[in-house]
């Protein structure tokens, strides 16, 4: 038998058959997990996980309303009051998150439209009337809408008690720029649209970091208008469109004086997240002795040893594995035997180069050589355990690397061929 057997379908709608609470109660679970999925697949804005604050936000959203209409119908007189809370302060953190008005009012239309396809389902399941359909139709339309308006209110005074909302959302679109998983470059075009920032093909992220002494980094409001900035937490950085020219970084130095600034190489938009560490390791590195310390650091001209630094652990263990045999020996003995071999590596194995790097006799080159062979045997004609070699020592210096001034190469070279039949004393 239908609910609606009994009901008048010519009069005014009246108050929802309450039975109807029973039907519609069993689908509560299911369609509030339909809702957010339908959220997330339609408005790019809400494409990403939600398993944080944010997603426990959205789907106490969903349930509190589902929960309420269904109530609403079983008992009139039900509080609103938790459900209008929720939503009052679900668009206040919109609006502080950063995503437009337009966004949150698309998420009420599509949960709107995700209840009514439900309610069809369960009505032609049921056997309800047209009229108790339309009823339910302009109860649920009414109730989205009510809520909506709570969550519109609940924005609009989160937007005026902010002294700055466009930085919030310039702020909002440089995470979203460097969130991990990606999000979708519609959801980022939307948002730079919307404050009116131009989305550029490649750009260039930089670290700030204070000088000693320095109480804050300046505001962002100084800095020019297509720059986003994150100057508040507690690693600042920048997002600078495109590649930063000398006449950008002067006036970078202007905007943020007494603060190093660490230049990240010029990448594309989806890569942001990589230069942003890349020049944070840089900044690391420098504030370590690693490279010298300067107001400006560029990434691009420290790869290599970002790249060796980017893992002291493995580099650890490395080191380890590869200079084991040394570990019998004095301090002043390791230290020696390391010096000859760079000399040998940086050489290219040419006896007269390492004797002028290391300021002793050529022959005392090779009977420092008949050591090195001792210790490390067959490694020292293996390529890969060469490279590995030369790795580790370039990690652990702090200097550049001196450069090759002759000597053959190491294709056909073999250790031996620079040490004589004859033993030879070292001088």
């Known amino acids: 038998m239908g609910l609606e057997r009994g009901i008048d379908e010519t009069r005014t709608p009246g108050p929802l058959p309450r039975k109807l609470a029973d039907l519609l109660r069993p689908e509560l679970g299911s369609l509030a997990d339909e809702i957010v999925e339908e959220i997330r697949s339609t408005i790019p804005a809400y494409a990403r996980p939600l398993d944080g604050p944010y997603g426990k936000a959205i789907r106490a959203g969903v349930q509190y309303a589902i929960t309420l209409f269904v109530e609403q ?186 603060c190093c600034l660490a230049i990240g190489a010029r990448v594309p938009l989806a890569a942001a997240g990589d230069s942003l560490r890349w020049a944070r390791r840089t900044l690391a590195l420098a504030e370590s002795g690693v490279i010298a310390q300067a107001a400006v650091l560029r990434s691009e001209e420290h790869l290599a040893t970002v790249l060796l630094h980017g893992d002291e652990l493995l580099v650890n263990h490395l080191r380890a594995k590869l200079f084991a045999p040394l570990a019998g020996l004095t301090a002043k003995q390791r230290d020696r035997m390391m010096e000859t071999l760079r000399a040998w590596l940086d050489s290219q194995g040419n006896v007269v180069d390492i004797a002028e790097r290391l300021d002793v006799h050529p022959q005392t080159v090779r009977y420092r050589m008949r050591q090195l062979q001792a210790t490390f045997g067959a490694k020292l004609e293996d390529p890969a355990a060469r490279f590995e070699m030369e790795l580790i020592l370039r990690a652990d210096s702090t200097s550049a690397p001196a450069p090759v001034q002759r000597g053959s190469s190491w294709d056909g070279y073999r250790i031996a061929d620079l040490l004589p039949s004859r033993t030879e004393p070292a001088r």
Do not use: C, N
């Not at 962002?220 to 997002?239: F, I, Q, T, Y």
């Open 73 to 258: 119908i079983a008992d009139p007189s039900v509080s609103k009051e938790d459900s209008h809370d929720v939503h009052h302060r679900l668009g206040q953190y919109e609006m502080r998150a950063g995503r437009s008005l337009d966004t949150l009012q698309a998420a009420y239309r599509v949960g709107a439209r995700v209840s009514w396809r439900r309610i069809m389902r369960v009505g032609r399941r049921s056997g309800l009337s047209s009229a108790v359909m339309s009823q339910l139709a302009d109860a649920m339309l009414a109730f989205m809408d009510e809520l909506a308006s709570v969550a519109l209110d609940g924005y609009l005074e989160a937007k005026a008690s902010t002294a700055d909302a466009l930085d919030t959302w310039r702020r909002r679109l440089l995470q979203l720029v460097l969130e991990v998983p990606p999000v979708p470059a519609k959801a980022i075009a939307e948002l730079a649209h919307l404050i009116g920032w131009e989305v550029p093909a490649e750009v260039t992220l930089v670290a700030v970091r204070p000088l000693p002494g320095t109480p804050h980094v300046p505001a962002r409001s100084l800095l020019d208008s297509d720059v986003l900035a994150e100057l508040d937490g507690a690693e600042p950085h920048l997002l600078v469109p495109g590649e930063i020219t000398p006449s950008r970084v002067a006036s970078l130095q202007m905007m943020l004086p007494r």
